[in-house]
T-cell receptor, first 113, second 116 residues
Framework: AQSVSQHNHHVILSEAASLELGCNYSYGGTVNLFWYVQYPGQHLQLLLK??????LVKGIKGFEAEFIKSKFSFNLRKPSVQWSDTAEYFCAVTHNAGNMLTFGGGTRLMVKP | NAGVTQTPKFQVLKTGQSMTLQCAQDMNHNSMYWYRQDPGMGLRLIYY???????DKGEVPNGYNVSRLNKREFSLRLESAAPSQTSVYFC???????????????FGPGTRLLVL
């Protein structure tokens, strides 16, 4: 079975710092990749997704992620975080047309003003 | 459009009690899903419904049942709640799944359930 690992469980940054959250998956075939964000007290929202094409994907709110197939990774980045980026971030993968998402354990990001 | 809605928002149950979590979507999506979210474990799929009239087990189906009432509604039932079912439950929906590629899932606000 495929698995998704997010190695950073908690990240604390100051405003304007750069962010990179790691995501690695275990499946060796064709994959589709997602990052979801959950702001405090809210539901999951799609941040960005990769299905095919350019491995550098740009999402909402200045986030981007790069799919590196050789490293089985899909790391999330933002050059300069804001206090409003405080949230929990989930990486998710699906490898089949059945649309079964496998989620990582999540990374809690706290941005200090 | 409200998107995906869930009721109730919060619920406290005693061990052995039963309850049904409701989910509805107004995006005309064919596929719907139920997940549970536990600290450090991300979201895990309980059941899903690829289309009206069909349901299938996900990763953690034990202790749950589902009903796809119509295209809009997908309910999750706990027949005899256990403390291990304390969790946050999320419903999601997407366009039709199957051949033709992956579809983005859209999530509801969640139901926090505490089983004592």
């Amino acid at each position: 079975a495929q698995s998704v690992s997010q190695h950073n469980h908690h990240v604390i940054l100051s405003e304007a710092a750069s962010l990179e959250l790691g995501c690695n998956y275990s499946y060796g075939g064709t994959v589709n990749l997602f990052w979801y964000v959950q702001y405090p007290g809210q539901h999951l929202q799609l941040l960005l997704k990769y299905f095919s094409g350019d491995p550098l994907v740009k999402g909402i709110k200045g986030f981007e992620a790069e799919f590196i197939k050789s490293k089985f990774s899909f790391n999330l980045r933002k050059p300069s975080v804001q206090w409003s980026d405080t949230a929990e971030y989930f990486c998710a993968v699906t490898h089949n047309a059945g649309n079964m998402l496998t989620f990582g354990g999540g990374t809690r990001l706290m941005v200090k003003p | 459009n409200a998107g995906v809605t869930q009721t109730p928002k919060f619920q406290v149950l005693k061990t052995g009690q039963s309850m049904t979590l409701q989910c509805a979507q107004d995006m005309n999506h064919n596929s719907m899903y139920w997940y549970r979210q536990d600290p450090g474990m991300g979201l895990r799929l309980i059941y899903y419904s690829a289309s009206e009239g069909t349901t299938d087990k996900g990763e953690v189906p034990n202790g749950y049942n589902v009903s796809r009432l119509n295209k809009r509604e997908f309910s999750l039932r706990l027949e005899s709640a256990a403390p291990s079912q304390t969790s946050v439950y999320f419903c999601a929906s997407s366009e039709a799944i199957g051949l033709g590629g992956v579809k983005t899932q859209y999530f509801g606000p969640g139901t926090r359930l505490l089983v004592l």
